[in-house]
T-cell receptor, first 113, second 114 residues
Framework: AQSVTQPDIHITVSEGASLELRCNYS??????LFWYVQSPGQGLQLLLK??????LVQGIKGFEAEFKRSQSSFNLRKPSVHWSDAAEYFCAVVGYNNNDMRFGAGTRLTVKP | DAGVIQSPRHEVTEMGQEVTLRCKPISGHNSLFWYRQTMMRGLELLIYFNNNVPIDDSGMPEDRFSAKMPNASFSTLKIQPSEPRDSAVYFC????????????FGPGTRLLVL
């Protein structure tokens, strides 16, 4: 079965700095990959997804992610972080022909003024 | 669209009581998912439905948990009897279909079992 690892439990960046959140997946075939964001007390909101095609995916709120098959990674990036980006970020994977979405443990982002 | 609606938003109950969580998916969505989120275990898929039919309930922790979807616009997750270890945030999500469709999450129900 597919699985996801988010190596960083907590990351702190300064406002205006660049951000990269790591995500590694395990799956035997081409996975379907997602990044979700969860603000405190809220549900999850989809930032972006990768199904096929261009390996650099653009999402909402200025986020992008790059699928690298050779590294089994799908890292999330943002060139300049805003204080409102402070939240928890989840990477998720779904395998082909199944709908068992597996989430990583999440990375909590703190933004310093 | 109103998005996925869950009720109640917060529930506090005593051990042994029955708890019913409710979900209204986005109109037109054919698939519905129930998740549980805890600090220890993260986000776990409990069960999902397609066209009101349960497809996979392997994530349901034990027989005390049951879920139904009597029609396309309503689902319930019931815990009977509840235990303190059931305390968690329960999310409902819906999607247009199964197989890699984007899931839209509700705001969650925060359950505390004393």
């Amino acid at each position: 079965a597919q699985s996801v690892t988010q190596p960083d439990i907590h990351i702190t960046v300064s406002e205006g700095a660049s951000l990269e959140l790591r995500c590694n997946y395990s799956y035997g075939a081409t996975p379907y990959l997602f990044w979700y964001v969860q603000s405190p007390g809220q549900g999850l909101q989809l930032l972006l997804k990768y199904f096929s095609g261009d390996t650099l995916v653009q999402g909402i709120k200025g986020f992008e992610a790059e699928f690298k098959r050779s590294q089994s990674s799908f890292n999330l990036r943002k060139p300049s972080v805003h204080w409102s980006d402070a939240a928890e970020y989840f990477c998720a994977v779904v395998g082909y022909n199944n709908n068992d979405m597996r989430f990583g443990a999440g990375t909590r982002l703190t933004v310093k003024p | 669209d109103a998005g996925v609606i869950q009720s109640p938003r917060h529930e506090v109950t005593e051990m042994g009581q029955e708890v019913t969580l409710r979900c209204k998916p986005i109109s037109g969505h054919n698939s519905l998912f129930w998740y549980r989120q805890t600090m220890m275990r993260g986000l776990e898929l409990l069960i999902y439905f397609n066209n009101n039919v349960p497809i996979d309930d392997s994530g349901m922790p034990e027989d005390r948990f049951s879920a139904k979807m009597p029609n396309a616009s309503f689902s319930t997750l019931k815990i009977q009897p509840s235990e303190p270890r059931d305390s968690a945030v329960y999310f409902c999500a819906s999607s247009l279909g199964i197989y890699q469709e984007t899931q839209y999450f509700g705001p969650g129900t925060r359950l505390l079992v004393l």
